[in-house]
């Protein structure tokens, strides 16, 4: 168990770039989550996949962002067009199981927009 | 209001003191309540997991969940400088919408000084 990897872990982009960040999770883990940090804040939700099915949304998702996770094992987070106000930093979870609850957190990329 | 609060500190201890760190929380569906421990610039770190109310120990840690007054605290016993990090607090409802998702408190920052 090599536990939840993040790709990049820093990205440094002038705003109006796209990115991409890609996140492996815990092995056998059928579910993988995506939140946002700022500095001072908890991490807040941005979505999350059951297998490959994206099943919930949050409305900080905006239509700048999209996520994907095609097979079910690997998972893609873009953000076009960047703007300072994505400077963050994005992290990625995975958890098994009918439970499920309890959530194994990546270290994050750390995402600054010039 | 927050659904979930959390004082950010910072919190400054001797080492080898007990240290309290709560939450308190305003939606009644939560039922899942986790704690993190963050370093800096790094990923937040499983802790604790409780279900619903009452305590869990794991080593120096002692988890405390009281429904009733919606209120959780982390206690950590024999203080090590180690411990200097942000303790997040994390919860999530049972069922339905929102239910794997994890809301966050804000943190709070602890020095344990040796």
């Known amino acids: 168990d090599t536990g939840v990897s993040q790709d990049p872990r820093h990205k440094i982009t002038k705003r109006g770039q796209n990115v991409t960040f890609r996140c492996d999770p815990i092995?056998?883990?059928?579910?993988l989550y995506w939140y946002r940090q700022t500095l001072g804040q908890g991490p807040e939700f941005l979505t999350y996949?059951?297998?490959?099915?994206?099943?919930?949304k949050s409305r900080l998702l905006s239509d700048r962002f999209s996520a994907e996770r095609p097979k079910g094992s690997f998972s893609t987070l873009e953000i076009q067009r960047t703007e300072q106000g994505d400077s963050a930093m994005y992290l990625c979870?995975?958890?098994?199981?009918?439970?499920?609850?309890?959530?194994?957190f990546g270290p994050g990329t750390r995402l600054t927009v010039l | 209001q927050k659904e979930v609060e959390q004082d950010p500190g910072p919190l400054s201890v001797p080492e080898g003191a007990i240290v309290s760190l709560n939450c308190t929380y305003s939606n009644s569906a939560f039922q899942y309540f986790m704690w993190y421990r963050q370093y800096s610039r790094k990923g937040p770190e499983l802790l604790m997991y409780?279900?619903?109310?009452g305590n869990k120990e794991d080593g120096r840690f002692t988890a405390q969940v009281d429904k009733s007054s919606k209120y959780i605290s982390l206690f950590i016993r024999d203080s090590q400088p180690s411990d200097s990090a942000t303790y997040l607090c994390a919860m999530t409802p049972y069922s339905g919408a929102g239910s794997y998702q994890l809301t966050f408190g804000k943190g709070t920052k602890l020095s344990v000084i040796p």
């Open positions: 996949f059951q297998n490959e099915a994206q099943l919930e």
């Open positions: 979870a995975s958890s098994a199981g009918l439970a499920g609850r309890t959530q194994y």
């Open positions: 409780t279900y619903s109310s």
């Open positions: 092995s056998e883990h059928n579910r």
